[in-house]
């Protein structure tokens, strides 16, 4: 690889009490590429990017970021880096509308008084950039808005901060077709931008359309590290059931006999 | 009208309307909200408008200058101990010791007055620390031990009554006959001064409210119809200008003495609905608390930090309850074993509910506190013009707070099930 990752972490470890998650995780994020993490239900996907985010903290493990270890002890750290995450779960406010949701805890403000004049007008045109039809007006509470339209109100808001890397936990797991080109497009957009995006997901399909590399994890290992490339559909179908693929070369696939 | 469709279009927002065109657009875009469960503060209003009909048809002394002041008198030290709690309901919280946190504050500034000689400012600064102090310490318990506040607040409710009574010893009481505060609510803005005040009042929100509108249209941005903005500068200036004008009547009941204007604890409660308009709308503190009472784990994922917005939170709804103590304490001339106790705090649990706050937390502003403080002040002070026994004034309190919460209950389902 002539790039170095722009976000690696080693050997992380995470557990939950006596659930261990987490096992010496790798992950490496690529700066203009996607990167797809793969794994079945429970494998650990959504901790290890909430690991990432400065959500958990982890237990073990080196993060660097640029080259250089960092501390990350908190959401504002991670953002500090340039580091956007889009949850699984969304986490938006309800009774907050679209400009609130996609500005909250980053306000724009003239003196001690909120900007909302610059913060709507930011927020129209990145969701005019990202081509968002179906919103009737930014300043909908988000309670009024379908599954589909809310995933776009969380990636707008991680595009809203020309990030280094963003991470989408499932971003098209709700999405109806239409929805889920204009979200697989975007992603692809924001890497060729130069940003480093991480793409949870479980369908093959998606990932092979978008991604660069895959990275597979089997109950909280890493199973694969590959180019995408160098994989077909049915191998990284066996990763992602058995942790192992017979006939993928064993470089490619470090720990998962370990 | 048409350029700014055509520039939404071209921006990739085939619907996104910024302005509803008409009156009647607008109108009908209020009726679907409200059939979707935002009342907002609908009820209360028609509420309010209801009993005074009422009370004003079944006493002629209801509608008089001298209730009507009298009425606003009692309704202040509710209204700003339910500003507090809206605060706290807005996290989806509870205090229940909110009532007698006022009580031990005022005891606090009557003995600092009484005992010590203290001048007035101290004293009153001495009941809003203690305020602040409780809302800490309660806010701390809530947030970093993770009791849940309503029963964090029961033990607070207890222990501040016990408080009260060392403090004043069983039985007595505190005069409270300092000029100053007793002014609050016994002495009035001269009539002169009190038509200044409406006027500047008027016309500032009226610059602002047009100013903010312009600056909107010039930019595109989502705003109201002109006529709507206008329709709201006009009813502001009715109800503060027939406000002022039946204030400003002299309404002592014998001839000879003269009792006119404005009772200081109104322009009080004026000047804290505009602050914390101010602070819970316009500011990224007030955008915060919302965020936390709307999705706590959203709030802290960016990066809000949780603990820090709901143990302040608890100080300044503990800190309104002290100034509503202080208030109360004027009306009354002292404070006593039972200040804050009976049924203060229900009352102003009632009025912010009434007024459109949400006991779920997430929705409420500070006006809810006004308006439906209003209501819970009317109730007491028409039926009590009635003559009604008192048993009477607790069941129709009860059955409107009842009312106020089931709305919020429906309306809120109805708020997931629409979608709005
Ligand atoms: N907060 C938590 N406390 C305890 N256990 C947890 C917690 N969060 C996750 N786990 C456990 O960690 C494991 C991995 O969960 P995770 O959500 O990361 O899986 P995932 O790969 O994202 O799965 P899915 O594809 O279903 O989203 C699961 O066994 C889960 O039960
Ligand atoms: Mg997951």
Redesign the interface.
């Known amino acids: 690889m002539s790039t170095s990752p722009l976000l690696e972490l080693r050997g992380i470890n995470k557990s939950f009490g006596v659930v261990h998650v987490l096992h010496d995780v790798d992950l490496a994020i690529y700066p203009g590429q996607v990167t797809a993490l793969v794994g079945d239900n429970g494998a650990g996907k959504s901790t290890l990017v909430k690991a990432v985010?400065g959500?958990y903290p982890l237990d073990s493990g080196e993060y660097r970021f640029d080259g250089k270890p960092v501390e990350v002890h908190?959401?504002?750290d991670a953002?500090a880096l340039g580091i956007e995450?889009v949850?699984q779960d969304l986490?938006?406010?309800?009774?907050?509308d679209i400009v609130?949701n996609m500005f909250?805890?980053?306000?724009m403000?003239t003196g001690?008084?909120?900007d909302e004049?610059s913060m709507?007008?930011k927020a129209?045109?990145v969701?005019?950039?990202l081509?968002?039809?179906?919103?009737?007006?930014?300043?909908q509470?988000v309670?009024?808005?379908?599954g589909g339209q809310r995933q776009t109100v969380a990636i707008a808001k991680a595009a809203l901060w020309n990030s280094k890397i963003v991470l989408l936990d499932e971003p098209t797991a709700a999405l109806g077709v239409a929805q889920t080109r204009q979200v697989l497009d975007l992603v692809r957009r924001l890497a060729d931008s130069g940003v480093g995006v991480l793409l949870i997901s479980h369908n093959l399909t998606d990932v092979f359309e978008v991604a660069d590399r895959i990275t597979a994890l089997y109950l909280g290992r890493v199973a694969a590290d590959v180019a995408t490339k160098d994989v077909t559909s049915r191998q990284v179908v066996e990763l992602i059931t058995t942790g192992t693929s017979s006939d993928l070369d064993g470089a490619a696939a470090p720990s998962a006999t370990a | 009208m048409t350029d700014i469709i055509t520039d939404a279009e071209e921006?990739?927002?085939?619907?996104?309307?910024t302005q509803s065109n008409t009156l009647g657009e607008a109108a009908r875009a209020y009726v679907n909200r409200v059939r979707g469960g935002d009342m907002g503060a609908l009820p209360a209003i028609l509420g309010l408008l209801v009993l005074f009909i009422v009370f004003g048809l079944a006493n002629d002394r209801f509608l008089s200058a001298l209730n009507m002041a009298n009425l606003i008198t009692q309704a202040g030290a509710i209204i700003v101990l339910a500003m507090g709690l809206v605060m706290v309901l807005l996290l989806g919280d509870i205090d229940l010791s909110a009532g007698v946190t006022g009580g031990a504050s005022a005891a606090v500034m009557g003995l600092a007055i009484a005992d010590h000689d203290l001048p007035w400012g101290v004293a009153v600064l001495g009941a809003l620390v203690t305020g602040a102090v409780i809302g800490l310490v309660i806010g701390l318990i809530v947030a970093k031990v993770g009791i849940p506040s309503f029963v964090v607040t029961l033990a607070f409710f207890l222990g501040l009554q016990g408080l009260l009574l060392k403090l004043i010893g069983d039985g007595g009481s505190v005069r409270v006959d300092q000029e100053v505060i007793k002014g609050i609510t016994k002495n009035n803005v001269p009539p002169t001064w009190g038509w200044v005040l409406a006027v500047v009042v008027i016309v500032v929100y009226a610059l602002l409210a047009l100013r903010s509108h312009r600056?909107?249209v010039s930019?595109g941005?989502?705003h109201q119809p002109l006529a709507v903005v206008v329709a709201q500068i006009v009813a502001l200036a009715v109800i503060l200008l027939v406000v002022t004008y039946v204030l400003n009547l002299n309404r002592a009941p014998n001839a000879g003495f003269v009792i006119e204007g404005i009772p200081y604890v109104l322009p009080l409660v004026i000047a804290l609905l505009i602050a914390w308009t101010?602070v819970l709308g316009?500011?990224?503190y007030g955008?915060?608390v919302?965020?936390v009472?709307?999705?706590p784990?959203?709030?802290?994922?960016?990066?809000?930090n949780v603990d820090r917005i709901r143990i302040s939170v608890f100080m300044f709804g503990s800190s309104m309850a002290a100034l509503s103590g202080v208030i109360a304490a004027s009306n009354l001339g002292k404070v006593s074993t039972s200040s804050g106790g009976g049924n203060t705090l229900l009352y102003a649990v009632g009025a912010a509910v009434i007024g459109g706050t949400s006991l779920f937390g997430?929705?409420g502003k500070a006006r809810d506190a006004v308006i439906g403080g209003l209501v819970i002040a009317t109730i007491a002070n028409g039926l009590g013009l009635l003559d009604q026994a008192s048993y009477i004034n607790f069941i129709v309190t009860g059955g409107v707070l009842l009312l106020a919460a089931s709305v919020d209950a429906i309306s809120r389902r109805r708020?997931?099930a629409?979608?709005?």
């Open positions: 985010a959500i908190g959401p504002k953002s995450v949850y986490a938006l406010c309800e009774n907050l609130e909250l805890g980053r306000e403000k001690p008084v909120l004049t709507e007008s129209r045109e969701l005019a950039s081509s968002v039809r179906t919103v009737k007006s930014v300043r509470s309670s009024s808005l379908s | 921006a990739g927002f085939a619907n996104d309307r600056l909107k930019k941005l989502q101010m316009r500011t990224a955008r915060h919302y965020a009472g709307g999705n784990e959203a709030a802290r994922r960016a990066g809000i997430g929705k708020r997931s629409t979608g709005l």
